[in-house]
């Protein structure tokens, strides 16, 4: 029907039905290249109704238009050409109808409009004459009710199964923290029985008891010591370093300890061993990079080290 044929039937749509908020609209392109209105309108006839649609969607009530010619010209892109809005008028307004509230209304716009409202595609307003319209309202209300029995009892199973898992998990924790105790006890009664039968069986047979078993105490070697007291000076040492192991099988103890007293009164705490087997190889000297060292000739040479300077003593002659 067209928008000459003014038919007053209630509008499609609430009054109140309001989207301008929304930026998108959904519009059906297989419905749309199947209707006739695309084969009988023209490009510049096609782009006026797209127009009068995107613009019905900002209107409240949403989908619909106002009946006035100078304002529809306007929305269409036709301001101040009434003669070529008056020319794609027909088919620009193609299904619009106007119903009793004095608005035309597009029966494709108003299904887009209710399907955002998240409502049925169907007149709010009931006829009193159609004996199926209670039938439908009453259908509407039940699935409303069903729907809000479904969102309740999926809250409520949500918030049970919450509840059952801290439930269960305060059980285990609780069980868990008497099951430890439990065990150790098992295991000290189970020595305590193996020790009570060994030497009721050494006691028949005349043995003695065998002591009970120690931890083994892990065996002291010279590099151990020797870096223990490497450390203790401030020299970074461990016994399974290859320069330590070299050290040890060249040099005795003092020997070592007097190149690391040297090494740190020159470079301080904190230095690698390394710098001391160097020293040891060219002793009175520190290491240098890029060149070959002399073998060791003997303990290092105190004499070579800078004097300190040491601080006069201030006071007044009286």
């Known amino acids: ?29 297989s419905r749309l290249h199947s209707s006739d209105f695309i084969h009988l309108a023209s490009n510049e006839e096609f782009g006026a109704a797209v127009k009068l649609w995107t613009e019905a969607m900002r209107q409240v009530p949403a989908g619909s238009l106002p009946n006035d010619d100078r304002i529809l010209a306007c929305l269409a892109g036709y301001r101040g050409s009434p003669r070529r809005w008056m020319k794609v008028r027909p088919m620009a307004l193609h299904g619009f ?29 009931l006829n009193s004459a159609d004996p199926r319209a209670k039938d439908r309202e009453r259908l509407r209300r039940w699935r409303a009710a069903q729907k809000t029995q479904k969102e309740n009892a999926h809250s409520t199973q949500a918030h049970e199964t919450a509840e059952t898992f801290q439930d269960r998990f305060n059980e285990t924790f609780h069980e868990t923290d008497e ?36 931890p083994t105490q892990p065996i002291a070697t010279r590099e151990g010591a020797l870096c223990k007291q490497l450390r203790a000076l401030g020299v970074r040492a461990a016994p399974h370093m290859v320069v330590v192991q070299e050290m040890c099988a060249r040099h005795s103890d003092e020997h070592i300890l007097a190149a690391a007293e040297i090494a740190l009164e020159q470079k301080g705490s904190g230095i690698h ?12 000297q520190p290491p240098r990079e890029g060149g070959k060292n002399k073998p060791a000739a003997g303990p290092p040479n105190r004499s070579l080290l800078p004097p300190l300077a040491v601080a006069k003593p201030h006071f007044i002659a009286l």
């Not at 009054?15 to 959904?26: G, P």
């Not at 061993?273 to 009175?284: F, R, S, T």
Request: glycine share 6%; net charge negative; with cysteine.
């Open 1 to 29: 029907m067209n928008a000459n044929d003014c038919s007053h039937s209630p509008p499609p749509i609430p009054v109140d039905a309001d989207l301008r908020s929304y930026q998108w609209m959904k519009l059906d392109l």
């Open 97 to 125: 109808s106007l119903c009793s509230d004095g608005r035309l209304y597009h029966p494709v716009l108003a299904e887009m409009v209710l399907d955002a409202l998240g409502n049925k595609p169907q007149q709010p307003a």
């Open 273 to 284: 061993v390394g710098y001391i087997a160097a020293m040891l190889k060219d002793p009175g």
């Open 179 to 214: 099951t430890f105790p439990n065990k150790e006890r098992e295991r000290e009664r189970d020595k305590e029985e193996t020790l009570i039968s060994v030497s009721e069986t050494a006691g028949e047979t005349g043995q003695e008891t065998p002591p009970p078993e120690t």
